[in-house]
């Protein structure tokens, strides 16, 4: 079994602008520490989030919590231009007041993208620019451009999740959308990919063909993302190790830690200890903001 779901950590922050032309083949990640918000601009792109797909507008804003499965895919050469924002969950805590929860636009009821106006999608994007302009030029007071920055970012985001009023529309074809519904209730059970199969009336062939034309990963590499998503969830929460392995579907341990280690990037016992980003101070040089990125 390969790894085929890249897991991408967040030392503190990493902003981007950046337009691609060509079509990039359907790909899902995780950040097991971090918060993104993008601004989409331009493109012919569909954006994947935990059960849903929607195909996205220009000036929609999508929102990805820590071990959130998401991914963009990119039907053609359009221009695809974007503007991802990722804070590390450590760092982007102490952005918020007792009086003001910068996350709560990660929380809402619906994950379907929220949409910028146009006095917005400025605002978002002269924020954006300036702040790797200060990292990149190194300018006095940087750190303090970026947090004024960052925040503002969030306040936008806040504001636009409050007023979205978009009706979710998901274009996944039902049979993923069941066959992703019945993942997450028994994922932890010992399925396989036949009895899926069996529950939606369907070929075992023709499911693992749709499945993965859809979702760029084959069905049973999502069913174990699913595990190891929920292991890392329950091991955040003080679970033990062995608690993780069992109730999130595994069947033998060893084989649990090979999975969750190949998959995580770090042992489970590793991931107790704290995420690399929890080892480094705000004095940690960050990744260049530019840098490149699957989105």
Not at 162 to 182: F, H
Not at 214 to 229: A, E, H, P
Not at 257 to 285: A, C, E, H, M
Request: glycine share 4%; net charge neutral.
């Amino acid at each position: 079994m390969t790894n085929q779901i890249p897991t991408e950590y967040i030392y503190q922050y990493l902003l981007s602008h950046r337009t691609s032309r060509g079509r990039l083949e359907r790909t899902l990640h995780v950040h097991p520490n971090a918060y993104e918000i993008m601004l989409f601009k331009s493109g012919n792109v569909d954006y994947f989030i935990n059960d849903t797909s929607y195909h996205l507008k220009p000036g929609d804003l999508t929102f990805v919590r820590p071990n959130d499965i998401h991914g963009y895919f990119v039907h053609d050469a359009s221009p695809y231009e974007r503007l991802p924002v990722h804070i590390n969950e450590n760092f982007i805590s102490g952005l918020s007041t007792s009086q003001t929860d910068l996350l709560a636009c990660f929380f809402a009821s619906s994950s379907s993208p929220a949409h910028l106006n146009q006095e917005q999608i400025q605002l978002f994007e002269r924020c954006v620019d300036t702040s790797i302009r200060a990292i990149n030029e190194t300018i006095f007071g940087c750190d303090v451009w970026l947090k004024s920055n960052l925040s503002i970012l969030l306040l936008l985001a806040n504001s636009a999740q409050q007023q979205n009023d978009l009706e979710p529309n998901d274009i996944l074809p039902k049979i993923v959308q069941d066959a992703i519904s019945y993942i997450n209730v028994k994922f932890s059970n010992n399925i396989s990919i036949q009895s899926i199969a069996d529950h939606l009336n369907i070929s075992r062939s023709r499911l693992c063909h749709v499945f993965k034309e859809f979702m760029g990963i084959s069905l049973w590499n999502y069913v174990i993302l699913r595990r190891i998503q929920h292991a890392q969830v329950l091991l955040k929460q003080g679970a033990s190790i062995t608690t993780a392995c069992f109730e999130c579907g595994f069947q033998n341990y060893a084989h649990f830690i090979k999975v969750f280690t190949k998959f995580v990037g770090s042992s489970p016992g590793k991931y107790l200890k704290g995420l690399p980003t929890n080892q480094r101070d705000d004095s940690t040089p960050n990744n260049p903001p530019a840098q490149e990125n699957p989105h």
